[in-house]
């Protein structure tokens, strides 16, 4: 079995930081892409940054210049640098990755069960 397991979330003031993680386990034969997702109550989950195998990224413009994403190939693990948070950021975030595992023949997406950012003064 594959699991994606995330950490890093929690409370922050406006202008503040966190930084998640999103580690991969499991029979894991081979990681595409990965990225990270966020979903606000009442609202579609919308995709907030994405990095390939090669290191290639792309971002939501609402977090271009605050958020860095970066992925650990050794540790099948992505991470998300999220400086100079605003209210509007705050939602569940939900980690994603592509990937085959050992005894399939092709790549599926995967997800993290999600943790709570909050941003609040």
């Known amino acids: 079995q594959v699991q994606l397991v995330e950490s890093g979330g929690g409370l922050v003031q406006p202008g503040g930081s966190l930084r998640l993680s999103c580690a991969a386990s499991g029979r894991i034969f081979s990681v595409n892409a990965m990225g990270w997702y966020r979903q606000a109550p009442g609202k579609e989950r919308e995709l907030v940054a994405a990095i390939t195998g090669r290191g290639n990224t792309r971002y939501a413009d609402s977090v271009k210049g605050r958020f860095t994403i970066s992925r650990d190939n050794a540790k099948n693990t992505v991470y998300l640098q999220m400086n100079s948070l605003k209210p509007e950021d705050t939602a569940v975030y939900y980690c994603?990755?592509?990937?085959?595992?050992?005894?399939?023949?092709?790549?599926?997406?995967?997800w993290g069960q999600g943790t709570q950012v909050t941003v609040s003064s």
């Open positions: 994603n990755a592509d990937l085959r595992s050992f005894g399939s023949d092709r790549y599926y997406d995967y």
